[in-house]
């Protein structure tokens, strides 16, 4: 009879404000994923690991607050669970950077043995009041190299499965844009920093830990659901990242935002599509050029009359950084 693992809970970070709560995360059985481990083998078997998970299916957890209050969310059949819903006012609990921090535990569970005590931390983006603006961006071939316009998507699947997060390589200066953004013209902004990929949800400790080893601002991590061909749930109609970036948008209703994505894929529609339904609320938007002609050519040609919101199309981070102090977003 082969030994059951530990559960763990897997709180993501998330985003919300003093009085609404957006809270979510996974209930797994804890596969011993370690990231620093290096060699093959190692990586071979964390690749394994974080895509033949143990959901814990259907049962209720319970998320205490700072405040004493106390919530309760069941985890679906691939073990996600969701809060969405209104709070007593939570301005007390939120520290300068504008984290709230909570705990999250299985309610009940006999006869299981429970990681951590059955105490898990988490953690909610709720924006600094002095913070001006707020970033959204792509992460994939916007932050690092995944290889999203290689044929047949080749490099996308040995760059993310076949390569430890530390060896991964972030844009050069990538790093910094990020910081300068998030520290506003005055230094002390506290700019909140979202970042959606469509990668899914198996790889978000992975690329948590790219994104802290490489010194990118800390923010929520939005990624998507992984579909298999038995899916039966109703797909959206909107796609995952315009889905995502529309609420974070709709969150803030005060607050303007600069969006950052690249040519590989669809970012520039739906960053133009954003502008025309959230009037005056876009500061800015970033693309990372790619090295594919014909895509690049349909990018400049949409854009080549733009005068809506300042569209910079840019290879180095060095462009992007002297086109933010222009705007006055960075000092």
Known sequence: MFKKDPLQIIAFQSYGTKT???????ALEDESIDLSK???FSLLRNTWKRFETDEVRHETLKIQLPNEQVLYSDTNSEGYYLVDEQTNDLTDSINEEGWLNYEIAYDVFKDK???LENRFPGEMLIPSESSKFGVISDIDDTLLETGVVS????????NSLFKHAENRMAFAGAATIYSKLHQGISGEEANPIFYVSNSPWNL??????FLKHNNFPKGPILLRDFRTPFDKTKKRKLSHKEHEIKNIIKTYPNKKFVLIGDAGEHDIDIYLDIVKHF???????????VNHKKRMLRIQRLIKDYTNVPVLLFKDSEEVLEHAKQLKLIA
């Open 113 to 115: 043995l429970i990681n």
């Open 20 to 26: 609404h709560l957006y809270l979510r995360g996974r």
């Open 38 to 40: 290096k060699g093959f």
């Open 279 to 289: 009037p005056n609320r876009i500061k800015a938007i970033y693309i990372r050029t």
């Open 151 to 158: 044929k047949l998507k080749w490099k996308v699947l040995v």
């Open 204 to 209: 978000y400790r992975y690329l948590e830990y």
